[in-house]
């Protein structure tokens, strides 16, 4: 994780999101992150016809890799339904 990932609190999970702090410009880093730690997760989940696929293959790492996408994005989602700007809807 870069710097810039360590200090963006929309990459803070370990609570309650922190509205106060997050600003326009977190917004394109944070979920360009997420999704390519998102699609790294779906080309490593990759099973061959070969493999059987099964929850702890599949679906379990699927799942937590996009369970903090969907957190960031709702966090995104509800400042843009609470507190709209030009800048956000850009971002």
């Known amino acids: 994780m870069s710097k810039d990932n360590k200090t963006n609190p929309l990459l803070d999970f370990s609570g309650l999101p922190r509205f106060k702090d997050i600003k326009t410009e977190h917004v394109v880093p944070a979920i360009d992150h997420l999704l390519a730690k998102a699609s790294t997760q779906l080309e490593e989940t990759a099973i ?21 996408l969907s957190r960031a994005w709702g966090v995104v989602n509800h400042l843009h339904s609470v507190a709209d700007s030009e800048e956000l809807r850009a971002a």
């Not at 061959?48 to 903090?68: I, R, V, Y």
């Open 48 to 68: 061959t016809p070969a493999e059987q696929a099964t929850w702890d293959k599949t679906s379990l790492p699927l799942d937590l890799a996009t369970e903090e």
